[in-house]
């Protein structure tokens, strides 16, 4: 049975691709070493669920950061892997971003599907109920 994943049911997707961010993410901090997030990338994709019968479409707000370069770098890597898989990432500056997230959360439909948070905005969240 193919698994279609539609705006606001899509855990399967947003996990794989939340592992795809957070992999590239967590890599090195050092420009010399620019390949190793993409291999332990790969990797990370490989051992996510079946790609053949996840579709769908993930909506992300990542920062304005050179992470966020790594990651949609690495998006051509991981639509070879989960080709029914379309990944929209917004980008915007660091103090945007918390209320772009409030209006998500407070809107009857929300605008992103994964959430890159700052710690700091955890409890804030969390004591609000999103």
């Known amino acids: 049975m193919k698994r279609v ?4 049911s899509g855990l399967g997707v947003t996990a794989v691709v939340a592992a795809l961010a957070l992999t590239a993410c967590g890599g090195s901090t050092s420009t010399t070493e620019s390949s190793a997030p993409a291999s332990t990338a790969t990797s990370a994709v490989a051992s996510a669920p079946a790609a053949a019968d996840v579709t769908g479409t993930v909506r992300v707000l990542m920062e304005g950061v050179p992470d966020t370069d790594v990651v949609k770098a690495l998006l051509p890597e991981f639509n070879k892997v989960y080709p029914g898989v379309t990944v929209e990432i917004e980008t915007a ?5 918390r ?10 439909e929300p605008t992103y599907d994964m959430a890159i948070v700052d710690n700091p905005w955890m409890y804030d969240f969390a004591q609000a109920g999103f």
């Open 5 to 8: 994943f539609r705006r606001g």
């Open 93 to 97: 500056a660091y103090d945007q971003m």
């Open 99 to 108: 209320d772009k997230y409030v209006a998500s959360f407070q809107a009857p």
